[in-house]
């Protein structure tokens, strides 16, 4: 049995070292919460609470999560003791949603789930592969340094390119096409247009786009049912998917043909299984997608991307695409386009303790 005798949570604030922008604003600084757990026999486990400081991409936020973990989850964690990390999960499930805040604690305890097995957290998840081809997230940004962007990246070797895009910017994705015929380019809309842009977005249909991720908002699934059969170009939901029962939904109206799985969305790796088993199962494909993670959630994105049915790369670029200095060690390296994984157990990377400090803001001890 498996006993978590102490929880501690980092919140923690680490500058990009470059402006990211999405059609919901413009990002500097990534606050986030670390989660460490020990168990009774001194195995320490990590994760990490993926909400935003403010709530433009879900309802959740770094101090509402904070603040259901130090209330509700983490006393229900530590009053229990668990077989496996599901029966985490199924107590969690008594309260609706905070699935970050969910997350964060359940990837603390896979960690240590695998450790006491010494074994690699991809294994222990049922991964298929011991390295994932992966994709690289770019933000909004004036036509020439777009491109510019997409150089390096290509020159990198990433499989797949995601250009975030708004009305503004959306004729600098025809220009970019033409500059980079071959090149595997998707676009990312945030939610950015509706019904009404239909004759638009139709535009997109000869640029050979490996996908549009969530082009209307996240409750919309009639409507993006209605897009996805006036467009060619393959819809991929991501704001929308918050648990199986969504992915089901949108499978029935025919509402996307990818599904972009985040598991922090989803509330935590458990829940992200069981809607990649569905996906297989239903020959929808799918890929892991990124939250501009420090390198803890990012090694949990790499385990799980490791299942079956991950075929599109993900967002899970290297450590110093956005950090000088990540709070893991090794940091992350992507090596054409490929990223290794570690066969070490759990998550495979230790924790830069002094980078870990240095970033903290206020730390708890529950």
Known sequence: MLKIKQIKLHVINMKLKNQFK?????????????????????ITGWGEVVAFEHPWYTEETVSS??????????PIMLSNTFTHPRD????????KRNNMAKAGL???????????????????????RESIDVGVAVGILPFADLVKKV?????????????????????????????????????????SFTLDDVEFLRELDDLNLIMIEQ??????????????KLINTSICLDES???????????????????????GRVGGLHNAIGIHNYCLNNNIPVWCGGMLEMGIGRAHNIALATLENFVIPGDISASSNYWE?????????????????????????????????KVTEKSYFL
């Open 22 to 42: 999405t059609s919901h604003g413009v990002y500097e600084n990534r606050k986030s919460i670390i989660v460490e757990v020990i168990d009774n026999d001194g």
């Open 65 to 74: 999560c904070l603040t259901v973990i130090k209330e509700i989850l983490a």
């Open 88 to 95: 985490l999960v199924e107590l969690f499930n008594k309260y």
């Open 106 to 128: 359940e990837n603390a305890l896979w960690d240590v789930f695998a450790k006491r097995q010494n074994k690699p957290l991809r294994e222990v998840l049922g991964g298929v």
């Open 151 to 191: 150089e390096q990246n290509l020159e990198i070797g990433y499989k797949r390119i995601k250009l975030k895009i708004d009305k503004d910017s959306f004729n600098n994705i025809a220009e970019l096409r033409k500059l980079f015929p071959n090149a595997p380019l998707m676009v990312d809309a945030n939610s």
């Open 215 to 228: 082009p209307l908002k996240d409750n919309d699934f009639l409507e993006h049912s209605k897009l996805q």
């Open 241 to 263: 998917i918050h648990s199986l029962e969504d992915v089901e939904l949108s499978n029935h109206l025919g509402s996307a043909r990818i599904i972009s799985i985040k598991q």
């Open 325 to 357: 200095t990540d709070i893991i060690q090794p940091e992350i390296v992507v090596n054409n386009g490929v990223i290794d994984c570690s066969n070490g157990p759990g998550i495979g990377y230790e924790i830069n303790r002094k980078q870990l400090e």
